[in-house]
């Protein structure tokens, strides 16, 4: 996957990825049709920095969530 390219498919996959890896209960609120194309980019540097930690405090958890939140909130 070539996450250069700023498309939808590639968010929902970065979407995926950081709930996974964060363990989410409510994943199902998380969807990756919520995020605008632009804000591509911050999706990217979060993306990365969640699957580069091997794990978070509750505290990044929360900030990590937070971000997410206003990724999407950009429309």
Partial sequence: MNLTVK???NIK????KIVVK???VNASAIKAEDYP???YDDLYDL????????QFSINEM???AAELGSLRNRK
């Fill in 7 to 9: 498309n939808r498919e």
């Fill in 13 to 16: 996959y970065m979407i995926e």
């Fill in 22 to 24: 964060l363990q989410l």
């Fill in 37 to 39: 194309v632009e804000c």
């Fill in 47 to 54: 993306y990365q920095l969640v699957t580069k930690q091997p």
């Fill in 62 to 64: 929360e900030a990590i």
